[in-house]
């Protein structure tokens, strides 16, 4: 990507409006939908995978990967400059959550045991993805 969008700044009633009840449990307040849940999980075909809050391109079929996690997992972002980390130790352990840097949605957490090329796994919650197949 060559330009980053211009950050979205909405108040929790534009994002509950926006949002279905399960989008904004886990974009706003950080939740997790169950494993094996999303159908994003299974998804083979060539693609972008968008925000939900915000339309950004996140990741791409590229690289995605089953990792047997029960979540749709990437080894990297489309591009470095759309994902925020913060420390998250809710858990009661330090895990890195990632984020949509456009409108800070909550995405997942990327842990460090994927594939090369990047040794990293993006476990990402399917119900804040909008996925857009690539037309043939």
């Known amino acids: 990507m060559s330009d980053t969008p211009s ?7 534009e994002w509950r409006e926006e949002l279905s009840s399960d989008q ?3 974009a706003r307040e950080e939740g997790t939908e169950r494993a094996f849940t999303s159908p994003l999980n299974n998804e083979k075909r060539k693609g972008d995978y968008h925000c939900v809050g915000c339309g950004t391109v996140l990741w791409t079929s590229d690289a995605k990967y089953d990792s047997g996690s029960g979540w749709p997992s990437f080894y990297k972002p489309a591009d470095d400059s759309v994902i925020g980390t913060k420390t998250d130790h809710k858990l009661g352990m330090a895990r890195t959550e990632v984020h949509c840097a456009v409108c800070n949605a909550h995405m997942g957490h990327v842990f460090p045991d994927g594939p090369e090329p990047t040794g990293l796994r993006y476990c990402i919650n399917g119900a804040v993805l ?6 043939s």
């Open 7 to 13: 950050k979205v700044d909405k108040d929790n009633s």
């Open 24 to 26: 904004y449990r886990i």
């Open 130 to 135: 909008d996925f857009q197949p690539e037309e």
